[in-house]
């Protein structure tokens, strides 16, 4: 009914070409234009103003010589001044981005290694929006932005590097458990040294103490009973001692079994074994 009347319609955010017997007249901006077609007027198609995005899947090789497969968005539109040269330039302009994206992406993945590709995606997109900005602008379209969405190893690639990095993470996790046993088995041993040390101590102060204690008796006894020496209270006193230890260890409920001479023979050669040994422990000190 537009075309009977000679007026079309052109939507928001949307140009429309203008013609006349097959040239380019003009373009015409969102609303309603008359159109003589009588007059040899025409309109040659509509161009979208807005905003598109196409992702474009480039499959390369990295330095290291691993397949990946690189997704890059594009976001890009058509500009208003220059509607006449994206309408008339370019038959497919999804096409010729492609083309670009595929150029930059292979003459800058093969120069990096895997790991360094993932670590460099913004520079990698960079150079794409570049090319394509200084290659699209003449063709009246602009390049808003441009994105490495993705890059994807070959599955085998990515199974091996999950390896690699369990593998890593559990020498860390062994390298530290390791360091833990290590200083428990150093403090460990560090406890037993200072208890045996101060068992040591212990050890010898108790000894100290009986043979003061003993020496001291024998010298309040000899002096409290006249025509006694050293010897006889020595020997009464180590008597009394063994008596003592006897009872001690039948008194004990689980106390084990102890075989030792006894009788008066018995007692004068402990009691000899035992002068001989604090008489020696007296001249070391």
Not at 90 to 100: D, E, F, G, V
Not at 135 to 153: H, K, N, R
Request: charged residues 25%.
């Amino acid at each position: 009914m537009g075309n009977l009347f000679c007026c079309v319609q052109v939507d928001q955010s949307t140009v429309a070409i203008k013609e006349r017997f097959g040239k380019f007249e003009d373009v015409l901006e969102p609303g309603c234009h008359f159109l003589p077609w009588i007059l040899g007027h025409q309109l040659a198609g509509h161009l979208t103003l807005r905003l598109q995005q196409l992702d474009v899947r480039c499959e390369t090789k990295t330095k290291d010589n691993v397949f990946v497969n690189v997704v890059a968005s594009v976001q890009y539109r058509a500009l208003a001044h220059k509607a006449n040269d994206a309408f008339y330039k370019l038959s497919n302009t999804r096409t010729q981005i492609q083309a670009y994206v595929f150029d930059v992406i292979r003459a800058s993945i093969p120069k990096l290694n895997l790991d360094d590709a993932f670590e460099q995606k913004n520079e990698i997109a960079k150079a794409v929006e570049e090319e394509l900005e200084k290659a699209m602008s003449a063709y009246g379209y602009e390049i808003v932005q441009t994105l490495i969405v993705d890059i994807e190893p070959d599955e085998h690639v990515k199974r091996a590097m999950n390896e690699i990095n369990a593998a890593a993470r559990l020498r860390v996790a062994a390298n530290e458990k390791a360091e833990a046993e290590k200083i428990l088995q150093i403090k460990r041993a560090e406890g037993e040294a200072e208890s045996k040390y101060l068992s040591g101590l212990g050890i010898a102060r108790q000894r100290q103490a009986i043979v003061d204690g003993l020496r001291d008796s024998v010298l309040g006894f000899s002096i409290n009973v006249p025509g006694t020496t050293a010897k006889d209270v020595m020997d009464m006193v180590l008597v009394t001692q063994y008596f003592d230890t006897m009872k001690e260890i039948g008194a004990a409920s689980k106390s084990s079994a102890v075989f030792i001479p006894h009788g008066p023979g018995a007692v004068r050669d402990v009691a000899t074994q035992i002068r001989d040994g604090l008489l020696q422990a007296s001249q070391h000190q």
